[in-house]
């Protein structure tokens, strides 16, 4: 049997962006990022992690990530993941 692969670990960085589309009429786009890993079926994608929302703001700098390895790729450390920047649209 293959040993089980160690989820213990914590995974830390630090995301930014420049010069996002903005997509607001009236003021400016309030962006976050949506991680999501690849499921077993290689074709779903499952949303695992999302970071706050930066308001009014075209070139965000995130807070620091810290989430365990388990959160992101259910322990296997070669499953794809995805980063998709949205912009978080607010009822007025």
Same mark, same amino acid.
């Given at each position: 049997a293959l040993p089980l692969p160690c989820t213990?670990? +914590?995974i830390r960085f630090q995301l930014k962006a420049?010069?996002?589309k903005n997509v607001e009429?009236?003021?400016k786009s309030d962006p976050f990022v949506?991680?999501?890993r690849l499921q077993e079926d290689g074709m +779903?994608?499952?949303p695992v992690y999302k970071t706050e929302t930066k308001k009014n703001n075209l070139s965000p700098t995130w807070n620091t990530i810290s989430v365990r390895a388990q959160q992101f790729n259910n322990g296997d450390m070669f499953r794809p993941l995805r980063f998709t920047v949205r912009a978080c649209r607010e009822q007025r």
């Open positions: 213990c670990f +914590t420049s010069n996002l009429v009236m003021g949506q991680i999501s +779903t994608w499952l």
